[in-house]
């Protein structure tokens, strides 16, 4: 590992210091390259104003008029966090702007796969529906629009995945990634294109006299559901995309939130008045995607939208249940599929270029979770492939991918499917997380063939792991209350939380955990003891070491100590 100090333009410092920023909050910033304090400005006048996304305009009109003629509205969702948000988004959005019908499906991982189908199409269809509106999802369904078009439905497709050359013929289509959208955050997640179209929706309202004799709705009352899903979706945190996520935020230590959210808090043993980042990354939006990976992702939209607080809390405890047992699951496959992944190289070697990893025995569910700890151990592009448990599928193998910076594996899928037509029956995603389905005949061609596109496409600076930080973290700093003003702002992809580096001495060390495989530390920083621990780590450290570190706050007895979380270490 390689731990490299980000460049600090002392400018920019300057002048967010000059403008009242606090001067460790200016030196973060300045580093991911705010220049002024006008990008750090949360308010919701800041956000990127709707009209510029392409079709939005045409989807708040055909909304409008089905509104007028009380057509019926389905909504088609994704069986991720962002999805499972998104359609919440939706539901509660439509109808606090009115609409009397609005209904909901979720496909099934399993025996649907992702995005719109023709048979979805059919079950939209067969519940009455006039209308069909996709979330997080759509962009790729060439057959599932056209079907639902053949069957008299109106189409809406909202989405913010990356589209093939070919574009769906939907009624009209909502997506910044589309080609001539200049809206300028490509980064928005699926639930904040769909916060965006009700945003457009509610201004064709108002344009129509909707609203004259009557208060308009307050959509930011969705804020709290936009944030959780935009960060979970591990989307960049671009200026409107950290706007959006602040604001959430905010409502959400005020307590104004749905109860669903409230009760999954709870569950998840976690202050909502004191909510973070962290918070939706690594305890809410697990809990929901869960739903979607094991059972069925209805549980998790049903927490979202219901307001019954009881009915919140049953469902937040069975999202909890499902979430264990899918760590339960993930741990066995993580295991197995680690030392797989090991044996294609020998010890003291570079890992392949790329890893692909297959066993019979592997759930579909977590095969992108199980992706993600390998690409993280052995920092490379991999994919970890499932058999298809869907009806008649059963020579299909489902795979989801995890890249590393520098390599687009989306893009490293399309020249797989150019170079070999025929091996991936179908593929999409982003350039950090990809997925697709192959033959099971095709597997060993296909990872050929994704390592000989990963030979090509990176180079030594690229596999060697880097881990970037903010420097030496000066003592006056290493103060509780400041650490809580760090967790309060807004972190996450692009936008990446405070990570410290500096050479620390190790006074002792120790396995700690039920499985003894956390690291426990004892280090002196600048003169001054503090305590570390590294988890999931078991190597012992020298006495001497430059250590990556995050700052934590350990209560114990109503005693409030710093802590370092490392992250990693440069022996």
Not at 310 to 332: K, S, V
Not at 365 to 371: H, K, S
Not at 467 to 496: C, I, K, M, N, S
Request: charged letters at 25%; one cysteine or more.
């Amino acid at each position: 590992m390689k731990i490299k100090v980000r460049d600090i333009p002392p400018r920019a410092v300057w002048a967010l210091e000059q403008a009242g920023v606090h001067p460790l909050l200016a030196r973060l910033y300045a580093a991911r390259g705010v220049c002024g304090t006008d990008e750090l400005d949360d308010g919701l006048a800041r956000l990127l104003p709707p009209p510029g996304m392409k079709g939005i305009d045409t989807a708040a009109r055909l909304l409008a008029d089905a509104m007028e003629r009380h057509l019926r509205l389905c909504i088609v969702a994704d069986y991720d966090c962002d999805g499972a948000t998104a359609c919440a988004v939706g539901v509660r959005g439509l109808r606090l702007l009115g609409a009397q019908q609005v209904d909901y499906l979720v496909p099934d991982r399993v025996v649907d796969g992702y995005g719109l189908t023709p048979a979805i199409a059919r079950r939209v269809q067969a519940r009455g529906a006039d209308v069909l509106i996709t979330v997080d999802n759509g962009i790729a369904s060439i057959e599932g629009v056209a079907e639902a078009r053949a069957l008299g439905l109106q189409v809406l497709v909202t989405d913010h995945h990356l589209p093939a050359e070919q574009l769906p013929e939907a009624d009209a289509i909502v997506n910044p990634n589309q080609p001539g959208c200049g809206f300028e955050s490509k980064a928005i997640a699926g639930v904040g294109v769909m916060f965006y179209v009700l945003l457009a929706l509610r201004s064709e309202l108002r344009a129509r006299g909707r609203f004259d004799l009557a208060p308009q709705p307050k959509l930011d009352a969705l804020l709290p559901l936009v944030a959780l899903g935009t960060v979970a979706d591990v989307v960049k945190l671009d200026a409107n995309n950290r706007r959006l996520v602040a604001q959430g935020l905010k409502r959400i230590r005020a307590g104004s939130l749905p109860a669903g959210m409230a009760a999954l808090f709870t569950a998840a043993g976690r202050k909502a008045a004191q909510a973070t980042t962290f918070d939706f990354g690594f305890a809410l939006g697990p809990r929901i995607n869960a739903a979607g990976r094991l059972a069925d992702m209805t549980l998790g939209i049903e927490c979202l939208l219901t307001e019954e607080a009881g009915r919140a809390a049953e469902l937040a405890a069975a999202l909890d249940g499902i979430n264990r047992e899918r760590r339960e699951i993930e741990g066995g496959m993580r295991d197995q599929a680690l030392r797989m992944a090991e044996s294609l190289f020998d010890e003291g070697e570079d890992p392949p270029p790329a890893i692909t990893v297959f066993d019979p025995d592997f759930h579909e569910g977590v095969v992108g979770i199980v992706a993600s700890r390998i690409k993280d151990k052995l920092h490379r592009p991999t994919f970890v492939f499932a058999a298809s448990s869907a009806p008649g599928k059963g020579h299909e193998l489902k795979g989801s991918g995890r890249s590393i910076p520098g390599f687009h594996l989306r893009d490293a899928l399309d020249l797989v499917a150019k170079r070999h037509p025929g091996v991936l029956l179908r593929f999409g995603g982003h350039s950090m997380a990809a997925g697709c389905t192959v033959d099971a005949a095709q597997l060993g061609t296909f990872e050929q063939a994704l390592a000989q596109v990963a030979q090509e496409g990176l180079d030594a600076a690229t596999l060697t792991r880097r881990l970037d930080t903010d420097g030496p973290l000066a003592p006056e700093y290493r103060r509780a209350d400041l650490v809580d003003t760090l967790h309060r702002e807004v972190w996450g992809q692009g936008f990446a939380p405070p990570t410290f580096s500096e050479e620390v001495q190790v006074l002792s060390q120790r396995l700690v955990g039920e499985g003894k495989n956390h690291l426990s530390l004892k280090l002196m920083h600048q003169g001054q003891p503090v305590d570390g621990i590294w988890f999931g780590h078991t190597d012992p450290l020298p006495s001497t070491v430059l250590l990556a570190f995050r700052l934590d706050v350990n209560e114990w007895k109503g005693e409030r100590k710093v802590q370092f979380l490392v992250e990693g270490a440069q022996v």
